[in-house]
């Protein structure tokens, strides 16, 4: 009865490769979210998604995209994958202000 | 640029009450402020939000002052399972724009 879930929770790969993060909400909401957390714990959202209308962060690479088959689900996909984007990313959702993360994804690139 | 900013760290005693204070200058008329805990390998939680005043829940108050330039964030009595770190956020919604911004994140190491 997890409320957001994310798959997998661990992932590592190389450099140039392509992949991606599956997250699902069963609660309801309206609202889904991707954060990113680096190594410094510094949490930055990436982007929003409500009602099929997406709303970035223009600091995100346009290497990474989000991808909502439904109201449950929004994954992300990450092409040509660089050293630097090894950090947790995080999905959230939401019905008003209050999130609910899910338990994250460590992604490591080599 | 919307900026949340708060302390790096904090140190206390089993006991005493804590209070941790976020910066947010810009924000909006109709922006919230939310705070949420995270323990490692977890997701953040929330804890609590608030627009105005106080604000009390089970676990926490919030104060925020009539500018609403900042706000405290307060645990009373905090013991050893409150460790963790503690991050302010804001959503500056702004005329037509749209930033969830975090701050960095507040360490909270309770001591027996």
């Known amino acids: 009865d997890t409320a957001v879930s994310q798959t997998p929770k661990y992932l590592v790969t190389q450099m140039g490769n392509d992949k991606s993060i599956k997250c699902e909400q069963n609660?309801?909401?309206?609202?889904m979210y991707w954060y990113k957390q680096d190594s410094k714990k510094f949490l930055k959202i990436m982007f929003s998604y409500n009602n099929k209308e997406l709303i970035i962060n223009e600091t995100v690479p346009n290497r990474f995209s989000p991808k909502s088959p439904d109201k449950a689900h929004l994954n992300l996909h990450i092409n040509s994958l660089e050293l630097g984007d090894s950090a947790v990313y995080f999905c959230?959702?939401?019905?008003?202000?209050?999130?609910?993360f899910g338990p994250g994804t460590r992604l490591t690139v080599t | 640029l919307a900026k949340t900013t708060q302390p790096i760290s904090m140190d206390s005693y089993e006991g005493q009450e804590v209070n941790i204070t976020c910066s947010h200058n810009?924000?909006?008329?109709?922006?919230?402020i939310t705070w949420y805990q995270q323990f490692p390998s977890q997701g953040p939680r929330f804890i609590i939000q608030g627009y105005k005043t106080k604000v009390t829940n089970e676990v926490a108050s919030l104060f925020i002052p009539a500018d609403r330039k900042s706000s405290t964030l307060s645990l009373p009595r905090v013991s050893l399972s409150d460790t963790a770190v503690y991050y302010c956020l804001v959503d500056y919604s702004g005329a037509g724009s749209y930033q969830l911004t975090f701050g960095k994140g507040t360490k909270l190491s309770v001591i027996p």
């Open positions: 810009n924000i909006a008329t109709n922006d919230y």
């Open positions: 609660l309801g909401h309206d609202t």
């Open positions: 959230a959702s939401s019905l008003a202000y209050e999130q609910y």
